[in-house]
């Protein structure tokens, strides 16, 4: 019977470690890409429930500073409130357009969940161990997240064949390097399971992410928040566009008595 030796006792019991390290990177790598998901998701929601409503309102705002100002055409304050209002009523029309176009976002199988995790662990450029490696190693790993966020099975179909003979996963000549390389790896997965806890926490800590966790909590209450914020904004439109037909009314107004008594169209003034 072999004896094993020493060393090939060591550098399995470092497999072991390495591959339970491996293990937690990936999954902690798809939690994070599992939010960013939720809070794709969650936006595309809030676009269409509410969003919509507040750049209904911010267009409403901006057509009701222009009645303003044909009121008062030489006042500057208003002039620039104008100029301020009606960025925004583009921006937030922008926004809207955007959110639109981009459509229903990509629920990932568990077929696809697990072609990710398998890559992620065998490919992550911090298992490199020189500088040109890493640099292959980032552009794999951007070409699969490309692929896993925009829900491309085909190419993740693809890239988990090519994982499957991948020379990353071919051992090194002796039981001396072997062993020295799975000690540098562990180190490095050491590391970034360190790191990690930072990239969750910039992910979650944004205006999105509150409002998710908040809507998240209304529902677990039973109440929806975003609807009883899309009802709020209704009403204020209500309000608003009642305002900016009543300055429409008074604009009117004006041009017709000056067109009667001057025998002019104030409009002509106002394109000069």
Known sequence: MHEIAPEERELEKKRRILERLKDRLADREEEVIDLRGDLERFEARYSMEVGRLYAQQDEIDAEIAEEELKLVPDDEEIKRRVEELR???EESAARLKAAEEHGEVWEPTAEAKKAYHNIARAIHPDLALDAAEKERRHGLMAELN????????????????????????????????????????IDQNHNRLKDHP??????????????????????????????????????????????????????????????????????DFRKE
């Open 87 to 89: 960025r925004i009523a």
């Open 146 to 185: 490309q692929a896993y966020s925009s829900g491309d099975q085909q190419k993740l179909n693809r890239l988990v064949a090519e994982y499957r003979v991948s020379p990353d996963l071919v051992q090194g000549d002796t039981i001396g390097d072997e062993l020295v390389r799975a000690i540098r790896l």
């Open 198 to 267: 930072d990239q969750k926490a910039a992910t979650a800590g944004s205006e999105l992410f509150d409002l998710f966790t908040k809507v998240q909590a209304e529902e677990r209450e039973g109440r929806d928040l975003l609807r009883q914020m899309a009802e709020r904004a209704r009403s204020h439109i209500l309000k608003s566009e009642r305002r900016l037909i009543n300055l429409r009314n008074v604009t009117a107004a004006q041009e017709e008595h000056v067109k009667e008594t001057y025998g002019m169209d104030i409009k």
